[in-house]
Antibody
Framework: QAQLVQSGAEVKKPGASVKVSCKAF????????MHWVRQAPGQGLEWLGR????????HYAQKFRDRVTVTRDTSTSTVYMELSSLGSEDTAVYYC????????????WGQGTLVTVSS | EIVLTQSPGTLSLSPGERATLSCRAS???????LTWFQQKPGQAPRLLIY???NRATGIPDSFTGSGSGTDFTLSISRLEPEDSAVYYC???????????FGQGTRLEIK
């Protein structure tokens, strides 16, 4: 059964960076786009970026372009999202999500990782 | 950047009734790029409808997506208490790739 399993909750201080992982199980992960979406407490969904797992090329939302890096490790079927220069406004649940080739939709989501930014 | 505006913000209905949720794009979009998700408290979003009108695997036929251009609708017939959730529309715009979500509609079944 296909699933995405994310790393555990993080607490970071303002100005620090955080790196969240997302490991794929149960399907050949090397042909999908993998995305990161976040949700601040009580708020809606916000797209951060994606990586093409076949070649590692990444694209980012304009808002996060200077602070986010999305990478993949094909040997472990894992994708990573690193967000730098954290502020309190980055406190959110961060989700990874899978996009099948040429579909433009997310069909599988991770369980979410809570990142709390607090001094 | 395309903005998606969902209405109403909150919808309160009774079991057995029909819900109609709207998603309006700031300019015309490719229907293939319009998706609907359901999110319950404490859970990740769940894919409901893709390409505006196609139900995802395992989604009951009480959920129907329609629309084109700038106006899209998610209809839920025969509401059940477990349909209580927040519903989001989302679209993809290419070159460069950008994925945007509507602000969500909260559906309450009382």
């Amino acid at each position: 059964q296909a699933q995405l399993v994310q790393s555990g909750a993080e607490v970071k201080k303002p100005g620090a960076s955080v790196k969240v992982s997302c490991k794929a199980f149960g399907y050949p992960s090397a042909t999908y786009y993998m995305h990161w979406v976040r949700q601040a407490p009580g708020q809606g969904l916000e797209w951060l970026g994606r990586v093409d797992t076949s070649d590692g090329r990444a694209h980012y939302a304009q808002k996060f372009r200077d602070r986010v890096t999305v990478t993949r490790d094909t040997s472990t079927s894992t994708v990573y999202m690193e967000l730098s220069s954290l502020g309190s406004e980055d406190t959110a649940v961060y989700y990874c999500a899978r996009e099948p080739p040429e579909t433009m939709y997310f069909d599988l989501w991770g369980q979410g990782t809570l990142v709390t930014v607090s001094s | 950047e395309i903005v998606l505006t969902q209405s109403p913000g909150t919808l309160s209905l009774s079991p057995g009734e029909r819900a109609t949720l709207s998603c309006r794009a700031s300019r015309s979009i490719n229907s293939r790029s319009l998706t609907w998700f359901q999110q319950k408290p404490g859970q990740a979003p769940r894919l409901l409808i893709y390409a505006a009108s196609n139900r995802a695997t395992g989604i009951p036929d009480s959920f129907t997506g329609s629309g084109s251009g700038t106006d899209f609708t998610l209809s839920i017939s025969r509401l059940e208490p477990e349909d209580s959730a927040v519903y989001y529309c989302q679209q993809y715009g290419g070159s460069p790739p950008e994925y945007t979500f509507g602000q969500g509609t909260r559906l309450e079944i009382k």
